[in-house]
């Protein structure tokens, strides 16, 4: 079976994003499907009366992961599409929900015409996600990639005080099914997604070819010194936190510079006290956010400001405690399956680019234990988790036909 003709249906496909987009929706456009919510409830069951139609075998385990299966002629490891349908509170059409409606377009598409795949093709979609409700973030796929326990994720509370395990029961999500065993079951895991940044869009690139996702270091710092009399305490005789804290600013962006260009590093969160225009601040509490696609270059960085903050705290006679607040470590998609999907995306004379993801994705819950990968189309001017998300309806259909492509080839 090699059917490059294959095509998914898009006037389908853009149909259910409308409709699922329907659920949840806000005054002014965008969605707002928090995990666990009613909400969250009525996208679920729209999805899950879609893979009903379409015959397949629906599993949903006890954290509320629904995956639907097409039955390949032989009993082998599926190969799994999927991603998540909850969204942050001010949310797009897209976020998660392109993976989840272009997977089951895909096995929709190999029903229409009549393919019993080899193996068996599975679309999922995967509780918490987002984490705005409840975090951890990628909830549903930590448990099943183990990095996190069901009871540990069954207990945790939300924002608003409810707990997950009685969200999941109360809105009829707490299945019974086994969890699959990825390393058994999954023969590989491909996520469509939004790319959720400009840079596809500004280089008006076709298909982001997805090597991993970066690593990322979050930490704090709280920086004390003397607080004193800005108009009386000459520059020599000052203990100012706040001086060290935009050094800090500075030098992090400067180290980004030089590191250039997989090197990121921001300052996001800066309070000064006592935060007055007339007093030397006597304390600095700020964040530094670091990410790099390579674990040497992130830990070279980590080290640059450790080094940094520590000689400048003791020049200007201040004391400093650091806390981790995350460490994630990159992680690198399947290389055979990333060249693959750059081949098939050329064959469609598909312009491409390879890169690497930004933000967290469920498919990296997946890459240690089975061949994963990714494939990204452009987000308009880099808009995401916002109303005014928005992904052309020809680059859906692109990343659509990519899927379904790279699905045949590994079925056929
Ligand atoms: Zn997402």
């Known amino acids: 079976m090699s059917d490059k003709t294959l095509c998914i249906n898009v006037a389908r496909l853009q149909s259910r994003l409308q409709c699922l987009g329907e659920v949840g929706a806000l005054d002014g456009g965008g969605v707002s499907r928090l995990a666990l919510t009613d909400a969250d409830k009525k996208g679920r069951d729209l999805v899950v009366s879609w893979m009903q139609d379409l015959g397949l075998d629906i599993s949903i385990d006890a954290i509320g992961n629904v995956i639907a299966t097409l039955k390949g002629e032989q009993e082998l490891p599926c190969i799994m599409m999927g991603s ?66 069901l009871q540990t994720a069954l207990q ?76 009386t305490t000459p520059m020599q005789y000052r203990q100012d936190a706040g001086l060290v804290a935009s050094k800090v600013s500075v030098f992090v962006n400067e180290l ?17 006290k006592p ?53 994630f470590q990159p992680v690198h998609f399947n290389p055979k399956l990333v060249d693959r999907i750059e081949t098939l ?4 004379t598909f312009s491409t680019k390879r890169l690497f993801s930004g933000a967290g994705h469920d498919a990296q819950m997946f890459a240690p234990h089975c061949p994963t990968a990714m494939i990204f189309v452009p987000s308009y001017k880099g808009i995401s988790h916002n109303i005014n998300e928005y992904t052309h309806p020809d680059q859906v259909t692109n990343g659509a036909n990519l899927l379904l492509q790279t699905v045949v080839d590994f079925i056929s």
């Open 256 to 272: 980004a510079s030089l590191m250039a260009p997989n090197q990121l590093a921001t300052v996001g969160a800066l309070t000064l």
């Open 84 to 149: 998540h349908i909850d969204t942050v509170s001010t949310g797009g059409l897209f976020d998660g929900n392109l993976g989840v409606l272009a997977g089951l377009e895909v096995i929709e598409t190999l029903i229409d015409n009549n393919i019993t795949p080899t193996t068996p093709v599975s679309v999922g979609f995967f509780t918490n996600e987002e984490g705005s409700r409840f975090a951890p973030d990628m909830m549903g796929s930590a448990v099943l990639s183990q990095v996190l326990s």
């Open 345 to 348: 995306a050329k064959q469609n």
């Open 156 to 231: 945790t509370q939300g924002i608003d005080g409810a707990k997950v395990e009685d969200e999941l029961k109360r809105i009829g999500y707490n299945g019974s099914a086994e969890f699959t065993n990825i390393k058994q079951d999954v023969a590989c895991f491909i996520e469509l997604h939004v790319e959720q940044g400009p840079v596809l869009d500004e280089q008006q690139i076709d298909i982001g070819v997805v090597e991993g996702v970066q690593g990322i270091s979050w930490q704090e710092f709280h920086l004390t010194g003397i607080s004193n009399h800005a108009g």
């Open 275 to 327: 935060n007055l225009i007339n007093v030397i601040p006597n304390e600095a509490l700020f964040t530094v956010d670091l990410r790099n696609p390579n674990e040497s270059e992130l830990q070279k960085a980590e080290l640059a400001l450790q080094e940094f903050i520590h000689e400048q705290a003791k020049q200007h006679g201040l004391k400093v405690e650091q806390k981790i607040l995350a460490r």
